[in-house]
């Protein structure tokens, strides 16, 4: 009891009923509901764009790999392209088909007998009589050999041996394989010729025969004869040879 005037006491306070308590209720979770919802609609965004983009990446380095496949011009050196196998394996054929023709194109040194004081002496006479014995031509090629233009003589022996042929096929073969070991550009062993004799070539290449080279086998000639002759006439190779002999016929 209380008396009038007097406030009510908390505990006199009413009970909320059960429709307000369901209203309050419902009226607090409401309030947080929006906010819930956006997290969620964050979430499921995110969660969609972090599943779209390594796909969306991929696509574009699955392209790039098959463009760099195809590439016939990459710049990396750890590339897979297919093409770099092919253009090494080019490379290794031409390397070993060139050494093949250089192991063709050089002759070994002519077999022939051990020469006499005699043919020594006459070496000094000529250059003729000097490439006239296959041992002249012997000590001559050692003597060009320690000056590196051992290609000089050896053009000039394939020129010799290309006249001694009668075959047409054999004949191109050998034309070409000269034309390719002494006379082009590319060649390691190229010999030293004129623009004139080069053109003469070039058109007698269109139908090789033995005397293809001719114009120019004259011109190596001429260039070891004034060259090359004098230096080996008073090199060590001759000289010793010559002694050798000498000492020898003394003996005898």
């Not at 011009?73 to 253009?87: G, Q």
């Not at 054999?170 to 550009?185: F, M, N």
Request: charged share 25%; glycine share 6%.
């Amino acid at each position: 009891m209380r008396g009038a005037g007097e406030p009510p006491s908390p505990g006199d306070q009413p009970a909320a009923t059960g429709g307000e308590a369901g209203e309050d209720s419902r009226r607090g979770p409401a309030a947080d509901t929006p906010m819930g919802s956006e997290r969620m609609e964050m979430r499921k965004r995110q969660m969609s764009t972090t599943q779209e983009t390594p796909g969306a990446a991929q696509a574009p380095l699955s392209a790039g790999n098959r463009g760099s496949n195809a590439c016939c011009f990459c710049w990396c050196c750890c590339c897979s392209c297919s093409c770099l196998t092919v253009r090494n394996q080019d490379e290794e054929r031409a390397r070993r088909t060139s050494h093949e023709l250089q192991a063709e194109g050089i002759p070994n040194c002519e077999e022939s007998p051990a020469p006499t004081l005699e043919e020594v002496n006459a070496w000094a006479q000529s250059f003729d009589k000097l490439m006239l014995t296959p041992a002249g031509r012997n000590a001559f090629r050692e003597f060009l050999r320690t000056e590196f233009s051992e290609e000089n003589m050896l053009f000039w022996m394939a020129c010799e041996e290309l006249k001694q042929e009668s075959n047409k096929s054999v004949i191109e073969e050998k034309a070409r394989l000269i034309y390719e070991d002494y006379i082009s550009i590319l060649s390691p062993k190229e010999v030293s010729l004129d623009s004139r004799v080069r053109e003469v070539i070039n058109r007698n290449m269109l139908e090789p025969s033995q005397h293809t080279f001719d114009d120019a086998q004259l011109q190596i000639y001429t260039l070891m004869h004034r060259d090359s002759y004098p230096r080996f006439m008073n090199s060590a190779i001759y000289k010793d040879l010559l002694q050798s002999l000498s000492e020898k016929s003394i003996e005898a």
